[in-house]
């Protein structure tokens, strides 16, 4: 995607339906369509009249927003978060049946977790414990994995971990499919995790001795 402004909508990595049955074809048309365009909608319009900030990138706005006119911080927050945090996930779901047996960042859970279903069992937790809006995150701080949590559209870039996947728990996620079910939609979701992608993710932070 174009990472400064104006920020612009990129294709999914996969078809709408090809998540099913684990997530329906019409709740990625409306989180895709509509919920991640008006989020990109919002960002381009505060950023329309500052044409100071049409230089930074969407990492930039999130990571110095502290930076930012006071009046704009938390709208940027929110909508450039929105966009960020979006990207991440639907970059964090692959085809149901494409996951690889194993890699480095499965390895790598499995000893620092002990399995990968003990891995699930606590990103489960931590998901089921986000109060209303957020998501569930695996980061890494280095090379040591964690579990998180983010409240609304806050991103992990402010806590200077890096992140590999992101499950989003608000309600228009699942809402159609799982109804009010979020652990049911979370156990789904398993189903599909990128993997691979992830761990290329892994594989890119920088380790120091
Ligand atoms: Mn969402």
Do not use: C
């Amino acid at each position: 995607m174009n990472n400064t402004y104006p920020f612009v909508n990129t294709p999914l990595p996969y078809a709408y339906d090809s998540l099913e049955p684990y997530i329906d074809e019409k709740t990625m048309h409306l989180h895709h369509d509509r919920h991640l365009q008006t989020y990109i909608d919002n960002l381009n319009a505060i950023i329309k009249e500052h044409p100071e900030l049409q230089t930074w990138t969407l990492e930039g706005l999130l990571e110095l927003s502290a930076f930012l006119p006071k009046e704009i911080r938390q709208p940027v927050i929110n909508n450039a978060g929105g966009v960020y945090n979006h990207h991440f996930f639907f970059d964090s779901m692959t085809p149901a049946g494409k996951q690889p047996e194993e890699n480095p960042l499965l390895a790598e859970i499995a000893r620092q977790f002990g399995s990968l279903e003990a891995f699930q069992e606590q990103l489960k937790k931590e998901a089921l414990a986000v109060f209303g809006s957020g998501y569930a995150w695996l980061a890494a701080d280095g090379g040591k994995l964690k579990i998180i949590r983010t409240a609304n559209q806050d991103t992990p870039l402010p806590l200077d971990l890096q992140p590999l996947l992101a499950l989003d728990v608000w309600e228009h996620a699942y809402y159609l499919k799982h109804y009010n079910q979020r652990a049911a939609y979370i156990d789904d979701w398993f189903s599909i995790v990128d993997w691979e992608k992830a761990s290329r993710r892994f594989a890119e932070i920088p380790r120091y001795l």
